[in-house]
């Protein structure tokens, strides 16, 4: 079983920056592929980005791509969501989930976060 904890979500202003973070638990995301996720009020939940067991593969929403970057660090077990040029369309609460793979996945994910509140104001 694997355990996620999202935190780093907050107010921001429009073209300020976050760093959302996920600590895993229960197993090493060494060996999970790990995605990022969002839903806004009264959207469907949509694909923000996905990393690879290694960390050396990511991969992007195309809304999202150049703007944020997601990151793992095996050592603590975290995985992050750096979130930059921010607008008030990113609004939503984020969430971090996890599956096992050794691949960059869109959907298929069986291991879920609590999600963080990510606000930009105009």
């Known amino acids: 079983q694997v355990q996620l904890v999202e935190s780093g979500g907050g107010l921001v202003q429009a073209g300020g920056s976050l760093r959302l973070s996920c600590a895993a638990s229960g197993r090493t995301v060494s060996v999970l592929a790990m995605g990022w996720f969002r839903q806004a009020p009264g959207k469907e939940r949509e694909f923000v980005a996905a990393i690879n067991w290694s960390g050396r593969g990511t991969h992007y929403s195309d809304s999202m791509k150049g703007r944020f970057t997601v990151t793992k660090d095996n050592a603590k077990n975290t995985v992050y969501l750096q979130m930059n040029s921010l607008k008030p369309e990113d609004t939503a609460v984020y969430y971090c989930?996890?599956?096992?793979?050794?691949?960059?996945?869109?959907?298929?994910?069986?291991?879920w976060g609590q999600g963080t509140q990510v606000t930009v104001s105009s």
């Open positions: 989930a996890a599956q096992n793979g050794l691949g960059l996945y869109r959907d298929g994910y069986d291991y």
